[in-house]
């Protein structure tokens, strides 16, 4: 056995170790795995590069000219296992009613009513975003608001999988988040299978071999869809904003669905092929990461938590009290400036973000990085204990914690945008489940 094939072996057994002890560090059964999901999803981006080094035979190193990949993706999978860590800590202690409360409320709702709910939150979704991008101060604000379809969705799921019944609803759910998601200009149809798969869990807290099946189908259609998704992808955003160096769309809906039919028709084994292998070079986000680490510190020092510091006052500073408070760049700024690599950015219409594993890494170090994931995967803890804890409806508990924390899954974003967007989902949340 060569150096190489030991070293990816290695990496290989590291990545399914860290997933092995997340487990149990996350997973409280009979409740909403949202938790683990958070981690787990972060996982694949971190391991993703592991499996594609493993299917082609090579060491992730030498798969680009970013010399330090397998460095940071062995930092990146200790600081998962922190960061659950950080949850399993937050949440030690905490009891709650369990499924056989949440599924006796759940007998008393009216499933069809849940889904009205929720296609009504559906449908007003892009009245919302357009109110909240011109209500400067309250953006935030609205943007968590519109979350609120994923409120009764999860409702909705969890009553069917419970109850068994109206799965007809259920797959209409399914098929109208994947259409608009398919013809608008990012690739949004992800939420709703992970929506599903957490209420499933939910519904299901014993898995067995059909559970298992189960999850894996569930995680092949999601795969599958981004396949045809970056088959397409830019041939059809270049359609649909006409040209134009920004995302934006200029094409109405029913054109839009026509040409990415005939588009996905086209699709053959040649272009899967290519779109499989670009949704695993998408999906793995370690690449930025490792190009930092080879400017920092060799190039620029450690900021000393000058990165973190900025995003935590930023997000103290709530432009509707603060109305003079800086606007953030493209994430692409900051980015081209830690790697040196000349990137497309704001004015471009695009934003490339290090991550926030990555900034942790460029403020305090290989070592020192860990404080901030630790904190940051306590705070996702106190989140879902500051819900599973109120006396509400445990079904209202479930369904704030899954949809406040359906956006902790993300290793690529911003800190700033990631604890901001987090924390204002949780305060809008909060006073629903207070008052609403």
Known sequence: ???????????????????????????????????????????????????????????VGSMDFFARTEFVTWLSLGGLLVLAAGMRLATLGLKTSGPNQAAGELSRFSLERLWIFYAAFLAGKEVIYAIAWRATG????????????????????????????????????????VLLGFTGFFSVFKEIFFALLIA??????????????????????????????????????????????SQVVRIELFDRAGHMLSML?????????GGLELLAERMAYVDYFAVAALHVPARFPYENGALWGAAIEHVLK???????????????????????????????????????????????????????????????????????????????????????????????????????GVLTTFLVFAAWVRWG
């Open 1 to 59: 056995m060569d150096m190489t094939q030991s070293r990816r072996i290695a990496l290989t057994a590291a990545a399914f170790g860290t997933l092995a002890l997340a487990l149990p560090l996350t997973w409280r059964a009979g409740e909403p795995p949202v938790l683990l999901f958070a981690v787990s999803y972060q996982w694949l981006q971190v391991s993703m590069k592991v499996f594609h080094a493993n299917f082609l035979g090579v060491a």
């Open 265 to 273: 028709s086209a699709i053959d084994r040649s272009a899967l092929e």
């Open 318 to 420: 709530p432009r509707i009290l603060f109305p003079d408070k800086q606007v953030l760049l493209s994430d692409s700024e900051l980015t081209m400036k830690y790697t040196g690599l000349g990137l497309a950015s704001g004015s471009e219409g695009t934003s490339i973000s290090l991550g926030y594993f990555a900034e942790s890494y460029i403020d305090f170090g290989p070592w020192g990085m860990m404080v901030p994931i630790f904190l940051v995967g306590a705070a996702w803890g106190l989140i879902y204990r500051y819900f599973l804890s109120r006396r509400i409806a445990a079904t209202y508990a479930f369904a704030a914690a899954v949809t406040v924390l359906m956006g902790a899954n993300q290793f690529e974003v911003y800190s700033v945008k990631l604890v901001g």
């Open 138 to 177: 309250l953006t935030q604000a609205l943007l968590a608001l519109a979350g609120l379809r994923w409120f009764f969705f999860f409702l909705f799921a969890f009553g069917v999988f419970t109850r068994r019944r109206r799965y007809d609803l259920l797959g209409l759910a399914v098929l109208l988040e």
């Open 200 to 245: 499933y869990l939910t519904a299901r807290p014993r898995l067995g071999a059909r559970s298992g099946l189960t999850v894996a189908g569930f995680m092949a259609a999601v795969m599958a869809l981004g396949v045809l998704w970056m088959t397409v992808r830019g041939d059809y955003r270049t359609y649909v904003n006409q040209g134009e160096r």
